[in-house]
């Protein structure tokens, strides 16, 4: 059982920067892939990025490539999405979630455990 709690959610101006973190409890964080999905008002969630169990695999959505940055602390069981030059479609609930398969992977049906999620709201 993988327990996931996200913060650093917030308002920002349009270019601004947010970090986000997501802490899991468990023993077996090490050996699990994470994702970051996210859901705008009135749209189904989708894929934001994903780290593979050791950090050395990471993916990401075209519409956040060269913006995002996911990594992870497993001494620390937390993983982090940081995101910089950030637009008002930005402007969602992120999720962060744990995939036991450890490899990462875009497919949000891969992920077995999800956190309550964090707004993210961003001014034009």
């Known amino acids: 059982q993988v327990q996931l709690v996200e913060s650093g959610g917030g308002l920002v101006q349009a270019g601004g920067s947010l970090r986000l973190s997501c802490a899991a409890s468990?023993?077996?964080?090490?050996?699990?892939?994470m994702g970051w999905f996210r859901q705008a008002p009135g749209k189904e969630r989708d894929f934001v990025a994903a780290?593979?169990?050791?950090?050395?695999?990471?993916y990401y959505a075209d519409s956040v490539k060269g913006r995002f940055t996911i990594s992870r602390d497993n001494a620390k069981n937390t993983v982090y999405l940081q995101m910089n030059s950030l637009k008002p479609e930005d402007t969602a609930v992120y999720y962060c979630?744990?995939?036991?398969?450890?490899?990462?992977?875009?497919?949000?049906?891969?992920?077995?455990?999800w956190g309550q999620g964090t707004q993210v709201t961003v001014s034009s």
């Open positions: 780290i593979s169990w050791s950090g050395s695999g990471t």
């Open positions: 468990g023993r077996t964080f090490s050996s699990y892939a």
């Open positions: 979630a744990a995939d036991y398969r450890g490899l990462g992977t875009r497919r949000e049906n891969q992920y077995k455990y």
